[in-house]
């Protein structure tokens, strides 16, 4: 095969969508440096945890917090900026605390 044929068959298998891995890259080094990143992987392996001590897969906790089996991916990934409510519907779906409080 000669580097014509090779880039002629390469070519056919491109996206038309550019790759977004430098934003995602970039989007990693500035949590990173923020530091919420590490937190966030604390959090998703507390849910790896729970769902395994409760044998849950990601399609029940899906069911149990109203939303995706993909989205439960992404949080267990630990790259996800978890808001407030998610994390409250976290806890609710699989009966663990992830935030320790205080009110006065």
Known sequence: MTQEEAIERLSRYQSDRPSKWREEEEKRRRAKANGWLNYSRRIAIKIAMAMKQQNLSRQE??????????????????????????????ENALNISILQYEFA
């Open 61 to 90: 906790v899906a069911e149990r917090m109203g939303c995706s089996p993909q989205y439960i991916s992404r949080l267990l990934k630990g790259e996800e900026n978890l808001s407030l409510e998610t994390i409250f519907k976290l």
